[in-house]
């Protein structure tokens, strides 16, 4: 009786698991692929989930997308609400990366380069297009989207990466992210930072600000004004860089907005203008 008590709890326990494993509604044309290796660093290994449309005549783009969580907290399994790639027949990308408990900086960084990477190296077998890659995080997720898209082919957080001779993203999508590590008063960050914490050159070359050029790629912003734990002054620091380089941006301000925890009628419309913005560059 208690070997046929255990049996049930195991395979309950096992159905449960796996139906956490998926928390994305997405439409019968996609396939998915979850919980691929896209990396192995010692005894880790870095996940992604990947829904895609094979269906498709054209090899279609493809959005990675990036948790927050101050870097030492959160999931891909948090993420869902993808509806508006679906609908424009974008793949998406939800990955997991290394957090701080796990690995100082710049580990996470060098995970988002992989999943770049690794993308682009399987572009074929999932019908993308890896010069249609766009990039997007919220909060600590914001700050390794930038990281991830504005190092373009600087490939000093490489070495986790497939051979990928063309690392660039089409486009970044940044909601409240960390622009520079430095100016965020937060024990997340030092912890992320770890034994570099008072090194302000490693700072410096963890913050997204120090990598706008003439040549980054186009950049949505999106900060609640209203914002208690990340100041909407990263976001106007990084918009004044993108114009001072002449790169192409969109900044939207929600007013009176929090720290993503924004209404409803904000989130559609912040989903609007941001496919709005994937248009307006002919990415689809």
Known sequence: MKKIAFILLFIISW????????????????????????????????????????????PTPIVINIHGGGWNKGSKETQRGF???????????NMGYRLSQTASAPAAIEDVRA??????????ELNIDPNKVIIMGGSAGGHLALMGGLLGNDKRFD??????EDMRVAAIIDKYGITEVKAWKSKSAQQWLGENHHNNKFIASVAPVSYVSENSPPTFIVHGDADPIVPIEMSYDLQKKL??????HELYIVKDGLHGKFPQEEN?????RIILFIKKLNII
Request: charged share 20%.
């Open 15 to 58: 159905s449960y698991s796996n139906a956490q494993m998926d928390t994305v509604t997405h439409p019968a044309s996609f396939s998915k692929k979850l919980n691929v290796e896209y990396a192995k660093v010692n005894d880790w290994v870095g996940l992604v989930d990947i829904y895609f449309n094979t269906t498709n005549p054209t």
């Open 159 to 164: 070495k986790n990466c497939l051979p990928v």
């Open 243 to 248: 114009d001072k380089a002449r790169v192409y």
């Open 115 to 124: 999943v770049i990477a690794y993308v682009k190296y399987h572009a074929k």
């Open 83 to 93: 509806g508006s790639w679906f609908k424009n027949d974008i793949a998406v990308a």
């Open 268 to 272: 559609r419309e912040i989903s609007k």
